[in-house]
């Protein structure tokens, strides 16, 4: 039973439009919430994170938006580039004593020139 | 820039034998974890560490050990390798443990382990 679901296995989006990834949880005890990209034959990086006490947290072209009673949370990327074109993965944390972050299944964003 | 590096990117190994896999980070971060990645289930915390000679099971330690002698380096056994095992393994480090600021992961290329 995933606790970190990305339903949209890939997305594909026109360079210059905004790209969305969209990410649920089930677990209401997750209150640290971290996106991270990730190139062919390179490992994970981080990109953006949010906090439970905030809905949103901007970063240049990316925002992640946090909306905790649907336990759900979007990364927004405005404009979108090609340089963007990555598999973008959701990871949620919980503060409730010992460390446990949970990955998502990642989505792979197509941004077309 | 922290650095974290895995010693080989590809390996192919037969079923039953012992493999190492070594991982090496230059930033004197406590914590260090390897996961597993599988097209559909994202990644997976096999074990992780968060001192010298420390270590605690993640989600699928099962058929896998660790070892931790030095703070900088931290290796993944595979005490008798299986089919099922074929993955690609990361390896991370991170300065702090649990929830907020300087938790985030850094992570290596990855090493794509084959089991034939």
């Known amino acids: 039973d995933q606790q970190v679901k990305q339903n949209s296995p890939s997305l594909s989006v026109q360079e210059g439009r905004i790209s969305i990834l969209n990410c649920d949880y089930t677990?209401?005890?997750?209150?640290?919430f971290l996106w991270y990209k990730k190139y062919p034959a390179e490992g994970p990086t981080f990109l953006i994170s949010?906090?439970?006490?905030?809905d949103k947290n901007e970063d240049g072209r990316f925002t992640v938006f946090l909306n905790k009673s649907a336990k759900h949370l979007s990364l927004h990327i405005v404009p979108s580039q090609p340089g963007d074109s990555a598999v973008y993965f959701c990871?949620?944390?919980?503060?409730?004593?010992?460390?446990?972050?949970?990955f998502g299944a990642g989505t792979r964003l197509f941004v077309k020139a | 820039d922290v650095k974290v590096t895995q010693s080989s990117r590809y390996l192919v190994k037969r079923t039953g034998e012992k493999v190492f896999l070594e991982c090496v980070q230059d930033?004197?971060?406590?914590?260090m974890f390897w996961y597993r990645q599988d097209p559909g289930l994202g990644l997976r915390l096999i074990y992780f560490?968060?001192?010298?000679?420390?270590?605690e099971k993640g989600d699928i330690p099962e058929g896998y050990s660790v070892s931790r002698e030095k703070k900088e380096r931290f290796s993944l056994i595979l005490e008798s390798a299986s089919t099922n095992q074929t993955s690609m393994y990361l390896c991370?480090?991170?300065?702090?443990?649990?929830?907020?600021?300087?938790?985030?992961?850094?992570f290596g290329q990855g090493t794509r382990l084959t089991v034939v």
């Open positions: 560490s968060y001192d010298v000679k420390m270590k």
């Open positions: 990871a949620a944390s919980a503060n409730t004593g010992g460390f446990k972050t949970i």
């Open positions: 991370a480090s991170s300065l702090t443990l649990g929830w907020g600021r300087n938790t985030e992961a850094f």
């Open positions: 949010i906090s439970s006490i905030k």
């Open positions: 930033m004197d971060h406590e914590n």
């Open positions: 677990n209401s005890m997750f209150d640290y």
